[in-house]
Structure formats: C-alpha cells, structure tokens
C-alpha cells in the first residue's frame, strides 16, 4: 500500500543560463582579481594628478563658473544649467571640489578617478550578476573597462565629471535591477528607481536606462508583458521630463541640428560609421583624438563611410542567428548600441562625428561579449586565458598612462590633436592658447588654418578681429568681425568687438548701433553696456554714459573702472557731489585707483573745499608724481587757497612733464 502521506519526489530544474559552465574562483582569488583590476587601472591613470584644466569646456564648468564658488544659494544648482545641460548632481560635485582645492586641479582629477575606480568595482559585481560565478569574465570586463583607452577622456577631462559619476548611478541601478529579478523584492526596483534619479541629476544621457532594463528582461528570458511595461511606467516618466527639459536649454543656448549641411544620401552613413569606428577603436585604440570632426562638406563620402552598413548587418545577422540558443551576442550588442544610440548623430547635434567618451558605458556590452567567447567558445585553459587578457590589459595600461599625459594642459592636448586628427577645432583651440599667452603671430596662423578647414567657424574670424584690434589694425579687424557676423548676424561678442573698434575709431553712432543691437538680443551682455556707456561718454553724451553705466553696475558691482568713469560724467555735469560718491567707491573697490583720488580732489576743488582736494591729490601724487592732471590740480588748489609758491612749483613740474 502506498503511503499517501509520503511527498512526490521532486525534479531539480536548473535554471540554463548563456554562461554555461561557469569558472568558479575561491573568495581570496576573487579580492586578488578585482585587486589587480584596479590596481592596474589606478597605475594607468597617474598622469592626471599633475593634469591642469583645459580650455575645452573646462572654464565653463570650473575656472569661469560662479556657481560652483559657494553654496550660499543651494537651489541654484537644481535651477541653473551649464552649457544648455541639466545635471545638478555633477554641479554640487564641483562646487564641493572648488570648496576643497579652488581652481587648484588636482583634487577634481582624484574625484574622476576615484569614481572611476569606483565603476571598475561596480561592472565586475554586474557582470558576476549576469553570469553568477564566472570571475574571469567579470574580471575581464572589469580590468577591461578600466584600462582601455577609449575611457581616458572620460576619466582625465575635468569637465566629463558628469560621465564617471552618471555611470556609477547607472551601474547601481543595473545591479539593483537585477538583484530585483533574482530577489523578486519591490524594494530592490524602489532602489534600483533611487538610482537611476541619481544618474539623471548627474548627465541626462542616463535617459536610456528603462530601455536598458528590457535589455536585461530579454537576457534574464523574461516575456515581455503588460507587468514588464508598468513596472517601468516611472523611469520612462522620469526620462521623458528630463528629454524635454534638455530640447528645451539646449534651443535656449542656440544648439540646433546640423542636418542641413549635408544631404540624406550623406547623412544615412553617419550613423553606422560611428558605430563601427567604435567598434574598430575597441580593438585598436590608436591615434585617439579629443575631437573628430564630421568629413568635409565639399568631399565626396570616403569609401569608410560607404563601407560603414556592413558592421551593423554582421553584428545584427550573428544576433539574429544566435538569439534563440545564446543570448549574450544579441544582449552584449544590445547594451552597446542602446548606450550608444543617443550620440550616433541620427539627428546630428554638435560639431563631432564620434568621441571617445561616448564609449564609456557602451563598451561593457562589447567586452561582455568577447570575454564570454574567450571563456566559451576558445575554451583556452584557465591560467592561459587570465594570462591573455593581462597581457593585453598591460598593453592597454600603458597607452592609456600615454594617453593620459595628453591632459596634462591645453596645449599637450591640441597639439596632440592637431598631430593625430588636424581639424578646424583642433587649430582653433591651440590658436586661442597662443592668443591668451600674447604669441600673437602663432595666433594668427593657426587660426587661418582653422579657417581654411571649416570657413564656418565664427569665433575663428571673431577672434583674428580681437587680435587684430589689440595690434591696432583696424581694417582686418573690421574685417574679421564682419565675417564672424555674415555667419552669425546675432552674434553677440563680434557685435560687441565692432562696436568698441567703431568706437575707437570715432565712428560712435555705428558703435552704439551695434551695443544697441546687443541689448535687443541679449540684455544681459553686460560688456557691451559698459561699451556703450564709453561711447555715449566719447560723445559727451553725459546723461546716456551715466544711465548706462548705472545699468552696468547693477551687475558689475566690483568694476572700479566703471564707478571711476560715472563719476567722470558726473563731473563733466557738474553733479560734483554724485561725482564723490561714484569716485569713492572706485577707490573703495582698488586703493591704488590714481584716476580716481586725482578726480575727487577735482570734484572738491569744485566746491572750494580745499583741504579736502588736498588730501587726495597729495595721494594721487604719492602713487604716481609724474601724473600730469594731477600736478595741475595740484597748482590750481594752492593757487586758489593764496599759496602760489607751492601753485608755481607744481606748474613747473607739469610743464618740464609736458616738455619732454
């Protein structure tokens, strides 16, 4: 009789997962792997901590960026935007740097890497999630992630601290996510959506996430159903706020697609160029480049671009064949491209073609796939397979400490652009060092260059018109401002640099044309204001210079310049006393300020107090006695006050000044 009581014996179901048989590791072995990884990685990148900012977004985010400079109005940094980009997040991590070492740039390069080392971390534990137990191929992915050259700019470039810290929020969801399908816990997807809120406050390009989650569903064969969608109802809420507010700052700073420059027939290769570049840079990272341009407008399209499609349809033909039994392929290539897909230039926004940056997330879908057929399908031994891939993570290392050294400054990276991949940007951005460091004539000729590489490049022919204005050379700065403006009528700084060359040139109804202009399109280009106040002053207009240099301060409360030429026009009113006022804050605002104490001893004189027009004259007279209004002043006021001893000797010295 058989006993009902006893239980029907169960059938073990393994669950089949793409790794197969998984190579296990002891504990210990497994702190020495990750160990290694990020020792490796560390070593890699020791050229950054002697790396200084560069001109390349760098003063945008850093050197020029008041906002970072105090936490005084904490909720600037959830209502600001830099470049047209929202990442309040990457801003407070600034500002925490700037509270640390100020615009000394050594502690932003140790918080890249440490978010850096940090994500090297984070892609071993996601990738031993993918295939539970299989440490060499979470140590490959990881050392791999870590020392690949590819992921330099991310991690050097001061100004991409929004790409290290995005992902390591990026990272934390994924493992959430997946410890949410192996827990089935509603508090794992509460994390994992924590996370992913983090990510977007760090680079909206974290946008992508809830469609990466599908990515993982179809891994993890999960069906799709209506629980898959409403589960991620929130995060594509979240995505679709964060894309509207993006469109919005970035046609707020003038950020327009390039699509009319070249034609469809074109512009279809774009796309399956950058995906295959990054592909070919995967495995032969040479000749890296901060900047690659898109290919000339009068070329034909190269036989690269042409060939470009061919990528893309092996790598989808290999998912296609493979899905069914193998889903890495098909996952690994899915991970890349959905990275991937926002910066491929299908609408072709920003001035380059690919980026090494834009590979720092992708790329994990890629080493994914070749360590998993380097431990799957090579089945090399165990000792010669780790073997390999230090070998090739040594080799990576080390281009990657060259690769490094190439932030050390502006000029070591342009000119190892212009070496590897000259462009219109490349020139420009070395020429504009050259401008700064007053190597005027190298200026010149490396923006001339940048011109004869992209004849559109605005700010080259604005910049040749500043050189040119401060070499006295009118007419090639005139010339230069006005081809900056054919190419951008609205173009505020050319409006501006005319207007101050009109000015300078005594055209002054021209130059208040232009300021004019300026305040219609920008009210707040608070130069030209300043500009403007000048010209109204040049043409005696007194109450014009004082309306807009009123305006100016308003802003520019620290400009002693500014307060000092007010009061000028006051005085040339005759409001001495406002003249005072506006004096007196310009010496409050720079002591040394000789104009100024020379102006106010003026004003005094004026209203016949004496001692008073003594007292800052003398002053003006001890930091500069070769002064020449000032001796006159000086004479006038003894003059006036009986002495005319001391009145004949100043009016001596002036005259002997005059003389010689």
């Not at 990148?45 to 005084?72: E, G, K, L």
């Not at 690949?148 to 992902?167: G, I, Q, T």
């Not at 310049?561 to 000028?568: M, R, T």
Request: proline residues 3%.
């Amino acid at each position: 009789m058989k006993n009902k009581n006893k239980p029907k014996e169960q059938k073990q179901v393994l669950k089949q997962t793409p790794e197969a048989v998984p190579v296990i590791a002891t504990k210990d072995l497994t702190v020495w792997y990750i160990g290694l990884a990020l020792l490796l990685t560390f070593l890699a990148y020791i050229p950054v901590f002697s790396a200084d900012f560069v001109n390349w977004d760098d003063q945008d985010y850093v050197t020029s960026n008041q906002m970072i400079r105090s936490f005084s109005d904490f909720g600037k940094f959830f209502t600001t935007t830099v470049q047209g980009n929202y990442h309040p997040l990457t801003m407070i991590s600034l500002a925490i740097n700037f509270a640390i070492s100020g615009e000394h740039a050594f502690s932003y390069h140790l918080i890249n890497l440490i978010l850096h080392l940090i994500n090297v971390y984070l892609v071993y534990q996601f990738i031993l999630k993918l295939v539970p137990g299989n440490v060499f191929i979470g140590f490959t992915v990881a050392i791999l992630f870590g020392v690949h050259p590819m992921h330099v700019e991310s991690v050097a470039w001061v100004a991409e601290r929004k790409d290290v810290l995005y992902s390591c929020f990026f990272l934390l969801g994924l493992i959430s996510y997946v410890n949410y399908l192996d827990q089935h816990s509603k508090k794992q997807l509460i994390f994992t959506l924590i996370w992913f809120i983090l990510s977007l406050a760090s680079k909206p390009a974290a946008i992508i996430f809830p469609v990466v989650l599908f990515a993982l569903d179809f891994y993890r064969r999960r069906n799709l159903s209506m629980q898959l969608i409403i589960e991620k109802l929130p995060f594509f809420l979240l995505s679709a706020i964060l894309v509207y507010l993006t469109l919005k700052y970035q046609e707020a700073v003038g950020a327009t697609p390039l699509t009319k420059m070249y034609n469809f027939d074109r512009r279809f290769f774009f796309p399956f160029y950058g995906y295959m570049m990054y592909i070919i840079k995967l495995f032969w990272p040479v000749n890296l480049c901060t900047f690659y341009p898109f290919p000339p407008i009068n070329e034909a399209t190269s036989k690269t671009y042409l060939l470009s499609p061919i990528f893309f349809i092996a790598s989808a033909y290999l998912c296609m064949k493979t899905w069914k039994t193998n889903r890495v392929y098909t996952f690994g290539f899915g991970f890349y491209f959905l990275n991937l897909v926002l910066v491929l230039q299908f609408f072709m926004f920003g001035s380059a073609i690919i980026a090494d940056r834009y590979t720092y997330i992708p790329y994990i879908g890629l080493f994914f796939i070749l360590a998993w057929f380097i431990d799957q399908e090579i089945k090399m031994k165990t000792s010669n397979a780790y073997l390999m891939i230090c070998t090739i993570s040594v080799l990576f290392s080390f281009m990657s400490f060259r690769q490094a050294g190439v932030w050390k400054n502006t000029g070591t990276l342009w000119d190892s652009a212009i070496s590897n991949y000259p462009s219109a940007k490349a020139y420009a951005n070395r020429a504009y060092l050259y401008q700064q460091e007053g190597v005027f004539d190298k200026a010149i000729e490396y923006y001339n260059k940048a011109a004869k590489l992209n004849v559109s490049e605005k700010a080259v022919f604005f910049n040749l018109g500043v050189i040119y204005f401060h070499q006295n050379k009118d007419s090639l700065s005139l010339a230069n401002f006005n081809m900056a403006l054919d190419l951008k009528p609205d173009y505020v700084d050319a409006l501006n640099g005319r207007g101050s060359l009109y000015a300078r040139m005594g055209k002054n109804d021209l130059a208040l044309a232009d300021f004019n202009k300026i305040k219609a399109i920008n009210p707040g280009f608070d130069v030209a204001i300043k500009n403007k106040a000048a010209a109204y002053f040049a043409e005696k207009k007194f109450d014009q210079a004082i309306e807009s240099y009123k305006e100016y301060l308003i802003t520019q409360k620290s400009d002693a310049d500014a307060y000092a030429y007010l009061g000028a026009a006051y005085l040339n009113k005759g409001a001495n006393k406002d003249a005072i006022q506006a004096f007196e804050q310009a010496i409050k605002i720079d002591p040394k300020y000789l104009g100024a104490y020379t102006n106010l001893g003026a004003a005094y004189l004026n209203l016949n107090q004496y001692s008073k027009a003594l007292d800052y004259l003398n002053v003006a007279f001890k930091l500069d006695s070769t002064s020449e209004d000032n001796l006159k002043f000086l004479s006038k006021t003894y003059l006036s006050m009986g002495d005319t001893t001391k009145a004949l000797s100043f009016y001596e010295m002036a005259n002997r000044l005059r003389k010689n």
